[in-house]
């Protein structure tokens, strides 16, 4: 199993950035693909950005493409979600989640596990 604790959200003003950082617990991080999702209210959760099991394999959602980067730290245990020239319509709580199972899994169904998720508000 792994625990998933999500940080790094808040208050920006449109155009700025963010760094959202999930830490797993564990011995085994570097055998997850993880992913990040959002939900705002009101609104199913929705895909954002998946990294595979060693970092590369990326894939985003196109309404996040050329704005947002997704990397990973196995020596950390950490998978991070870079968000830049955010937009209000980003506003939304975060989730980090993670998958043994999945490559490149946009489907939330497809993921194990989830964090508590982390609150992003974009102002306009």
Do not use: H
């Not at 959202?20 to 950005?49: D, H, I």
């Amino acid at each position: 199993q792994v625990q998933l604790v999500e940080s790094g959200g808040g208050l920006v003003q449109a155009g700025g950035s963010l760094r959202l950082s999930c830490a797993a617990s564990g011995r085994t991080f570097n055998r997850y693909a993880m992913g990040w999702f959002r939900q705002a209210p009101g609104k199913e959760r929705e895909f954002v950005a998946t990294i595979g099991w060693s970092g590369g394999s990326e894939y985003y959602a196109d309404s996040v493409k050329g704005r947002f980067i997704i990397s990973r730290d196995n020596t950390k245990n950490t998978v991070y979600l870079q968000m830049n020239s955010l937009k209000p319509e980003d506003t939304a709580v975060y989730y980090c989640a993670a998958t043994p199972r999945y490559w490149r899994a946009v489907i939330a169904a497809n993921y194990d596990y989830w964090g508590q998720g982390t609150q992003v508000t974009v102002s306009s």
